[in-house]
């Protein structure tokens, strides 16, 4: 699986955003996916999860009522809604796929996509 994340840019707090995650293969549609985030100067950590089927989600509690992580298997793509955005979402977003049916874990992603740029200026 081959990933590409875009829809990044500059916004003020408490805009929105949605990104995207394209995704290239066979197996994209049997892939649990996620978003992850990563800070200057800090681990790279999940944002969101889902499943294959797009009917399970997971949210890191920093983002949860906020950010909404979708998926449309017919266009291989995942997507990312961000609304109610504050200075410290700022970073940049991967998305990843896994194998497995949907893990929070990072290491259990397989496929990594480059990141895009999110910051939210106060």
């Known amino acids: 699986v081959q990933l590409q994340a875009y829809g990044g840019g500059l916004v003020q707090a408490g805009g929105s955003l949605r990104l995207s995650c394209a995704a290239s293969g066979r197996t994209f549609s049997s892939s649990g996916m996620g978003w992850f985030r990563q800070a200057p100067g800090k681990e790279r950590d999940l944002v969101a999860a889902?499943?294959?089927?797009?009917?399970?989600?997971n949210y890191a509690a920093s983002v949860k009522g906020r950010f909404t992580i979708s998926r449309d298997n017919a266009k291989n793509t995942v997507y990312l809604q961000m609304n109610s955005l504050k200075p410290e979402d700022t970073a940049v977003y991967y998305c990843a796929a896994t194998k497995w049916f949907m893990t929070t874990r990072i290491g259990d992603y397989e496929y990594w996509g480059r990141g895009t740029d999110v910051t939210v200026s106060s």
């Open positions: 889902i499943n294959w089927s797009g009917d399970i989600t």
